[in-house]
T-cell receptor, first 110, second 114 residues
Framework: QKEVEQNSGPLSVPEGAIASLNCTYS??????FFWYRQYSGKSPELIMS????GDKEDGRFTAQLNKASQYVSLLIRDSQPSDSATYLC??????????FGKGTHLIIQP | DAGVTQSPTHLIKTRGQHVTLRCSPI?????VSWYQQVLGQGPQFIFQ???????GRGNFPDRFSARQFPNYSSELNVNALLLGDSALYLC?????????????FGPGTRLTVT
């Protein structure tokens, strides 16, 4: 059974600092990885996708993938209070749909 | 551009009843997936449909069923509701059913079973 593990937090980061969110996955054959942001009471919002080893940057967000270590991370630079949310790591299993971790609750302290 | 839409937003049902949830994907997207999210957990995969065919099914009982229509909209049906079916039901659309395609979620339907 495919598993995705995340530290549930809460992870508390001062405003303006870098928030680092981590995720590990069990299926070595996985090819597609996604980060979603979910505000309380809302649905998940896609913020990053990554398919190849290395870094992918989009604005203040950087996703990092290491397939050998089965590890995905998300860095948020210059963290803002509006970044406070639950961040969900997901791995796409094709016909098996997305497998999600439980999410990391991030709190940005003003 | 309109995103994924779902109806209804909220629903309260009694144990043993049946419920139908609806989803319209982003224009041009041909694949719809359904997920169940309970409080404190990540979404769990229920079904994936592409071109009106079921492409994948998660570990849910036969009380759960779905279908996709020619216009790519979809319905999720749940029979004989149990208290444990109370959750946020999410629909996600993607261009295609392949594993590399990004999935975009609708606002969800909050189902409460009493």
């Amino acid at each position: 059974q495919k598993e995705v593990e995340q530290n549930s937090g809460p992870l508390s980061v001062p405003e303006g600092a870098i928030a680092s969110l981590n995720c590990t996955y069990s299926d070595r054959g996985s090819q597609s990885f996604f980060w979603y942001r979910q505000y309380s009471g809302k649905s998940p919002e896609l913020i990053m996708s990554i398919y190849s080893n290395g870094d992918k940057e989009d604005g203040r967000f950087t996703a990092q993938l290491n397939k050998a270590s089965q590890y995905v991370s998300l860095l948020i630079r210059d963290s803002q209070p509006s970044d406070s949310a639950t961040y969900l790591c997901a791995v796409n299993g094709g016909a098996d749909g997305l497998t999600f971790g439980k999410g990391t609750h991030l709190i940005i302290q003003p | 551009d309109a995103g994924v839409t779902q109806s209804p937003t909220h629903l309260i049902k009694t144990r043993g009843q049946h419920v139908t949830l609806r989803c319209s994907p982003i224009s041009g997207h041909k694949s719809v997936s359904w997920y169940q999210q309970v409080l404190g957990q990540g979404p769990q995969f229920i079904f994936q449909y592409y071109e009106k065919e079921e492409r994948g099914r998660g570990n849910f009982p036969d009380r759960f069923s779905a279908r996709q229509f020619p216009n790519y909209s979809s319905e999720l049906n749940v029979n004989a509701l149990l208290l444990g079916d109370s959750a946020l039901y999410l629909c996600a659309s993607s261009l295609d059913a392949g594993g590399s395609y990004e999935q975009y979620f609708g606002p969800g339907t909050r189902l409460t079973v009493t």
